[in-house]
């Protein structure tokens, strides 16, 4: 398996020829899923004793397996939080894989570390916080308010008055799925603010006041939002480190998906009080235009991270020893294996400058924009809020949830669009909306239009 021959010589020609054709597309397929039973029936088994050869498993894959994805980087995948990396940042990532790097330790990845932290560089500086603070990479946004959540636990729990309790965090119902997720996994029992809008200083004053003594005692950290997913919704964020500091609390920002507007003049000023964070999560492989799987975290303090997640073994020791001495990614993070996932960014990054960032970032501030003028002129649509970040919710006046669901897998069966719906609060009660959010630069009006037409 591990010898080089002309299959392997072969076989690298087609997985770059592939390789070119996909990144050189400009008219991609936007695929859907089929059920497995229907995939086993086309592949068949490819997993035997023998194998069946990689030019057979290959030709599978495009034939088949590939048309049954939905690419995160199609101009009109308007769903969820979709993605649109660099075409240099996707080459990269090849890059990153044939070279074998082992990103947890300088010994082994200096030089793929030392370019993630240049990109890591640039990102720190569009926070505004003070200087010693940094980050690391991670493989998203969970991995990254996990890491930071416990990095504040652990901080917490240096008193020993608090070693024995079960740690409380405060965040509103707008916040993104993971920070419940992670408050599963690090074993903290979580208090939401009842508000999918922003969430104020004022209100979280009002909920901290309202708690008991010894919920008080528990409670460690608040976490506000720099961008919920569903609505890119930015919380109060200096109100809430105002009382955070008052209240002696660690100040989370989850940014991972609003984070890259921070590169975006037009908005910069929402997220003020952002540097005043003890941690923020931001992901590049959203709205930074690097590949999947890419997020980073970063803290005010690197050294109560290092206290947090620095983990030991003799098998370890050579790794941290004076011979080997350079800045060691897993210290900071809850992932000791990892590969060097800011690499690509690296690359985009130095191929093509800041500026760059900047403009495709307000590109899609600047679609939505566009879009909720679009809504308004419509008569069959209107705006659910005005949009915010890349944003926009709408709704199509006299449907029903069902209705929403319909049009959404018709569109999606074409091959035409994805665009899915979600809940908003409305009064007591949460209404199915449709949503879209704007990520990708190569999105056009004329996409927007059609999609809104197809509503009709």
Same mark, same amino acid.
């Given at each position: 398996?591990?010898?080089?021959?002309?299959?392997?010589?072969?076989?690298?020609?087609?997985?770059?020829?592939?390789?070119?054709d996909r990144i050189s597309s400009t008219n991609p397929k936007i695929g859907k899923p089929k059920k497995s039973e229907e995939l086993k029936a086309l592949v068949g088994e490819t997993i035997t004793r023998e194998g069946i050869g990689g030019e057979v498993a290959f030709k599978k894959w495009r034939k088949y397996l590939m048309k049954s994805n939905v690419p995160v980087d199609?101009?009109? @995948?308007?769903?969820?939080?979709?993605?649109?990396?660099?075409?240099?940042?996707?080459?990269?990532d090849l890059v990153t894989s044939a070279s074998s790097i082992h990103g947890a330790y300088w010994m082994e990845g200096a030089g793929g570390i030392f370019c993630e932290n240049e990109a890591m560089k640039w990102i720190v500086s569009l926070t505004g916080l003070p200087k010693g603070a940094f980050g690391v990479f991670t493989s998203g946004g969970t991995a990254a308010n996990l890491s930071a959540i416990v990095t504040a636990r652990e901080h917490w729990r240096e008193n020993d008055a608090f070693k024995g309790e079960k740690g409380l965090i405060i965040a509103s119902i707008g916040a993104h799925s993971s920070i419940k997720a992670m408050a599963k996994v690090a074993d903290v029992d979580i208090l939401l603010?009842?508000?999918?809008?922003?969430?104020?200083?004022?209100?979280?004053?009002?909920?901290?006041?309202?708690?008991?003594?010894?919920?008080?005692?528990?409670?460690?950290?608040v976490v506000g939002t720099g961008?919920?997913? @569903?609505?890119?919704?930015?919380d109060d964020l200096e109100g809430i480190a105002s009382i955070c500091e008052k209240e002696n609390l660690w100040f989370h920002v989850d940014a991972a998906y609003g984070g890259g507007a921070l590169a975006a003049d037009s908005v910069r000023h929402l997220f003020n009080g952002i540097e005043k964070a003890d941690s923020i999560t931001i992901d590049p492989h959203k709205w930074m235009f690097s590949?999947?799987?890419?997020?980073?975290?970063?803290?005010? @303090?690197?050294?109560?991270?290092?206290?947090?997640?620095?983990?030991?073994?003799?098998?370890?020791?050579?790794f941290k020893d004076e011979g080997a001495h350079g800045f060691n990614p897993t210290d900071y993070q809850i992932q000791l294996t990892r590969r060097v996932r800011g690499l690509p960014l690296w690359f985009s990054l130095a191929t093509h400058g800041t500026?760059?960032?900047?403009?495709?970032?307000?590109r899609g501030i600047e679609l939505a924009q566009i879009a909720g003028r679009m809504i308004e002129k419509n008569p069959h649509v209107e705006l659910v809020r005005e949009p915010s970040l890349s944003c926009v919710l709408y709704r199509r006046i006299g449907w029903s949830p069902e209705d929403y669901t319909h049009w959404t897998y018709e569109n999606h069966r074409k091959g035409f669009a994805l665009v899915t719906p979600t809940k908003w609060k409305n009064g007591n009660a949460f209404e199915t909306v449709s949503r879209f959010c704007f990520i990708n630069p190569d999105t056009t009006e004329n996409d927007i239009e059609m999609i809104l037409d197809s509503m009709v």
């Open positions: 398996m591990h010898k080089i021959d002309i299959e392997l010589v072969e076989m690298t020609m087609d997985v770059m020829k592939y390789t070119i199609h101009p009109r @995948n308007l769903a969820f939080v979709p993605a649109a990396p660099t075409r240099a940042a996707i080459m990269f603010v009842d508000t999918e809008d922003i969430m104020y200083g004022s209100e979280l004053q009002k909920t901290i006041d309202g708690l008991t003594e010894h919920q008080r005692m528990r409670l460690f950290a961008g919920t997913t @569903n609505a890119g919704i930015i590949p999947y799987d890419c997020g980073a975290v970063i803290y005010k @303090n690197l050294e109560l991270a290092k206290q947090a997640h620095s983990q030991q073994g003799s098998y370890l020791d050579i500026d760059r960032y900047k403009e495709a970032i307000e």
